[in-house]
């Protein structure tokens, strides 16, 4: 099996991340996946931004949860991009590629599962470094596809995976070994590291057989 491509937060590299140019750009690119990040705004929807500090990639300040959409929708990236909501994104996507979204802030396992009751032909891989999280989620919905994220501790990621009959663990790639992925292959779980950009370490992780690799530049897996 060839391994999956998958744009970090878009196209990161090559445009503002998490914004619908970057992702339009990683498709352009021909990526097998592309994964955002989510937060609840005050108002209840979910936007698409990775820092819940809104002043660390925006003309915003304060916090994504204290900002109504309207007040969201106002600011823009450093590039002048306007911030998009996890509607706008599967609009976009629909079924071209996997979207992994990624639940960065506390409870947003179930409006992302009501929002996704409207896209029923999108192909989604949820994913968090929130046990708690993906715990309501595998409550609400016993088959959507989960990944456990990981960046200090392989092993606890293995159990919490096998706990919860995820499709894959996410770990950071200075953490896995061939021994690791054997593990999680022999248990039908996929290793999807990230973020990957030097050529040297994408040939390095090939090698290893991870399934996937997360990058700002697509292009160069």
Known sequence: ?????????????????????????????????????????????????????????????????????????????????????????????????????ELKGEGTAEPVLKCLQKYPGAK???????????????????????AVLTEDDLSMAFLQARHLKAVAVNPYYRMVNRDFIADCHRNNIKVYVWTVNKPEKIKKLKSLDVDGIFSDFPDRL
């Open 124 to 146: 989604i891989l949820i994913s968090s470094f929130s046990f708690n999280e993906l715990m309501t989620l595998r409550s609400l919905n016993p088959e959507i596809p989960v």
């Open 1 to 101: 099996m060839a391994t999956l491509k998958i744009g970090h937060r878009g196209a990161k590299g090559h445009v503002a991340e998490n914004t619908l140019e970057s992702i339009k750009k990683a498709i352009a690119l021909k990526v097998d996946m592309i994964e955002i990040d989510v937060h609840l705004c005050k108002t209840g929807e979910l936007v698409v931004i990775h820092d819940e500090e809104l002043g660390n990639t925006t003309s915003g300040n304060g916090m994504v949860g204290d900002k109504s959409l309207a007040q969201i929708k106002s600011f823009r990236t450093k590039e002048g991009y306007q911030i998009p909501t996890l509607a706008e994104v599967l609009e976009l996507i629909q079924d071209k590629v996997i979207l992994n979204i």
